[in-house]
T-cell receptor, first 115, second 114 residues
C-alpha cells in the first residue's frame, strides 16, 4: 500500500519570498505523483503531475516540483509567492493499471502568505 | 465545458438517518470516484465506479454504497449516519483507459450530522 507524508502542516511565508512544501511517499511499485491545491470552501484543483520522463515538472501558477526516486520525495516549489497562493496544498500518489484513479493523499500543508 | 458538479452543496442530517449525494462527471469522463475529507485532513478514497460497477473500494464500511448511471453520473449513499460521518464529500472524475489522466474534482458536499 502507498502512503504519503507531508512534512509540514503549516508554512508561513512573506509575499515574494520563495517557498518549498515537502512531500515524501512510500510505495513498493512505481507511482504517479500529484499536487493539488484547495481554496476555502472549494474542491481540489490540480497544480501539476509527474507520470514519467523529466523529473522536474512545471505546473500552473508558477509552481514546479521535482521527483526524486532515490529519496522518494516530490517537493513543491515556487520562487516567489503571492497573497493569492494562500491555500491548503495536498500531495497525492496513485498506482497505475486497474488501481489508477485511487488517490492516496497526504494530510495537507496550509500555506499562508503574509504581506 | 462543465466541470464536475455535485449536489447539494450543504446538507444537515441527524444520527441514524440516510443520505444521498449526487455527482455529474466532467464532460467526456466515464469514471467517478468518491472521497471523504474530514476537517483538517486529506481526502480519503471511498470507492470508484466504472461501467456502472464498483471497481475499487477503500476502507469504508458497507454503510457507504454507491451507484453509477448509464450517463456516468453517480450517487453516494450513506446509511445509519454517525457523528463521525460529518465531512466534505468530494467527487472526482476521469477518463478510463487513457493512461495516467488526472482526477478532476467537484467542489464537494458538506455533510453535517447532528
Amino acid at each position: 500500500a502507498q502512503s504519503v507524508t507531508q512534512l509540514d502542516s503549516q508554512v508561513p511565508v512573506f509575499e515574494e519570498a520563495p517557498v518549498e512544501l515537502r512531500c515524501n511517499y512510500s510505495s513498493s511499485v512505481s507511482v504517479y505523483l500529484f499536487w493539488y491545491v484547495q481554496y476555502p470552501n472549494q474542491g481540489l484543483q490540480l497544480l501539476l503531475k509527474y507520470l514519467s520522463g523529466s523529473t522536474l515538472v512545471k505546473g500552473i501558477n508558477g509552481f514546479e516540483a521535482e521527483f526524486n526516486k532515490s529519496q522518494t520525495s516530490f517537493h513543491l516549489r515556487k520562487p516567489s509567492v503571492h497573497i493569492s497562493d494562500t491555500a491548503e496544498y495536498f500531495c497525492a500518489v496513485s498506482k497505475g493499471g486497474t488501481s489508477y484513479g485511487k488517490l492516496t493523499f497526504g494530510q495537507g500543508t496550509i500555506l499562508t502568505v503574509h504581506p | 465545458d462543465a466541470g464536475v458538479t455535485q449536489s447539494p452543496t450543504h446538507l444537515i442530517k441527524t444520527r441514524g438517518q440516510q443520505v444521498t449525494l449526487r455527482c455529474s462527471p466532467k464532460s467526456g469522463h466515464d469514471t467517478v470516484s468518491w472521497y471523504q475529507q474530514a476537517l483538517g485532513q486529506g481526502p480519503q478514497f471511498i470507492f470508484q465506479y466504472y461501467e456502472e460497477e464498483e471497481r475499487q473500494r477503500g476502507n469504508f464500511p458497507d454503510r457507504f454504497s454507491g451507484h453509477q448511471f448509464p450517463n456516468y453520473s453517480s450517487e453516494l449513499n450513506v446509511n445509519a449516519l454517525l457523528l463521525g460521518d460529518s465531512a466534505l464529500y468530494l467527487c472526482a472524475s476521469t477518463l478510463s483507459g487513457t493512461g495516467a489522466q488526472p482526477q478532476h474534482f467537484g467542489d464537494g458536499t458538506r455533510l453535517s450530522i447532528l
